[in-house]
């Protein structure tokens, strides 16, 4: 596809090299005729001047960028898109790559298009602080003789598809090694076992209590897998209803409250009657849970966990979870809403945390068209905010 695009721009730029000299030689042939060669020559700049403006304005409809050097090597076009990916604001006609781009790279695609005539998909990183990725597809302009006559080249912004190509690597990393830690773990208790210790019925109790501990792990982790998958890939459709946000909560309550009396932790649902949020009961209730779970998990034992919500606009809820805990470090505000990231991985991994959690919580308040931030003093505990659409009118329909 990239070649027969290169090829064809090619062949544009080939045919006015063509028209070009085609007018030069019909300017000669017609010099004995009658008309002036003023007259000629007048004509000749019209002509050329239109192709030259059709072609850079088919160039500029593109949303690559278009780079054309004569057989000089100087630069004779460049499109819009160009200009935006190189950041370039000055007429750049007439001067060389390496004066305008000083990317030595390029210039060796340039100079290995004199044998092999088409390039396609070289990568090109770009210089700077920010990781930048172009990739370029270039082919040699000939004429009717097979002479080089000049160069095009088209760019193609990858820095997205890289960054994306990244993630991708970095998760299926991540994925092996959250599964790998607790199957060896398990393996090397279930040797142990094998090995003599299951006959000593107070180890292996303990033997086996811990490898029930990564098995649920190991389910939890497969869990929240599934969630993250089907709430990226938009396969989780959303029942949006009116829920009771202050119900909502003491159900979450509810379920979390042997966790909050195992650290003798008080929770307060402060959040007033007749708040309702436009949601999906059963994601918000994860959302709710996994908030609750947190402040508890890495809030302080004995400690006060202090549920809130309170109408922001007319159509917008704002609700938190508060605890009394150490805090996140400012440089991790932001990550924890990352999969696999946590500011302390043992303690999260000792708890049972697939380090998950947050990044779930983020994907199914975006679902509702709602936010989720975080603040926190270092030493005087977490807050987690996030916002829902308040419920106005009666929905009938489940909407995606
Ligand atoms: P996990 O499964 O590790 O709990 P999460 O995505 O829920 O994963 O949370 C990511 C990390 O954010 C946690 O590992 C923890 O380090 C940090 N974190 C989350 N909530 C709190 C909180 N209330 N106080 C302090 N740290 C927190």
């Known amino acids: 596809m990239w070649l027969l695009l290169i090829l064809a721009l090619a062949a544009i730029v080939a045919l006015n ?3 070009a000299r085609r007018l030069s030689t019909l300017e000669s042939a017609l010099d004995a005729q009658t008309r002036t060669l003023e007259d000629l020559k007048h004509e000749h700049e019209q002509v050329t001047l239109q192709k030259q403006a059709e072609q850079q304005a088919l160039f500029n409809s593109m949303t690559e960028g278009v780079l054309v050097l004569d057989a000089h090597g100087r630069i004779q ?145 497969i869990e929240d897998l599934l969630t993250i998958s089907r709430l990226e890939s938009g396969g989780t459709v959303m029942n949006f209803q009116q829920v009771d946000l202050g119900e909502a909560v003491a159900r979450a309550v509810d379920d979390l409250q042997s966790r909050a009396r195992e650290k003798e932790v008080t929770i307060e649902n402060s959040v007033p009657p007749g708040l309702v ?9 994860q959302v709710l849970c996994n908030l609750i779970e947190n402040a508890i998990k890495y809030g302080r034992a004995q400690g006060r966990v202090a549920v809130g919500a309170r109408a922001v606009a007319p159509d917008k809820i704002e609700g938190w979870i508060d605890d009394d805990g150490p805090g996140i470090p400012p440089e991790a505000r932001e990550r924890v809403f990352e999969r696999f990231y946590r500011v302390d991985r043992a ?23 709602g936010e989720v931030w975080v603040k926190s003093e270092l030493g005087a505990g977490a807050t987690f905010f996030f916002t829902l659409p308040t419920a106005e009118k009666p929905i009938d329909q489940p909407q995606p």
């Open 17 to 19: 090299f063509w028209w």
């Open 77 to 221: 076009l460049v499109n819009q898109s160009l200009q935006r990916l190189f950041r370039l604001n000055k007429d750049v006609r007439g001067q060389t790559i390496m004066e305008v781009f000083r990317l030595p790279d390029l210039a060796e695609v340039i100079r290995r298009l004199q044998k092999e005539r088409v390039i396609s998909g070289f990568e090109l990183e770009l210089p700077g602080m920010e990781e930048r990725w172009l990739q370029v597809n270039a082919a040699a302009v000939l004429d009717r003789e097979g002479a080089q006559r000049g160069v095009i080249l088209v760019f193609h912004e990858l820095t997205r598809l890289r960054q994306l190509e990244n993630t991708r690597q970095e998760f299926v990393a991540n994925v092996s090694h959250e599964l790998r830690t607790p199957l060896s773990l398990i393996k090397g208790f279930v040797e142990t076992l094998l090995e003599g210790a299951k006959n000593d019925p107070e180890l292996s109790t303990r033997f086996l209590n811990t490898i029930e501990k990564h098995t649920d792990r190991l389910t939890f982790l």
């Open 347 to 369: 303690r999260s991994r000792d708890t049972g945390g697939t380090g998950l959690g947050l990044s779930i919580v983020k994907h199914i308040i975006q679902a509702h068209g």
């Open 277 to 285: 949020a436009r949601a999906d009961a059963e994601r918000l209730h």
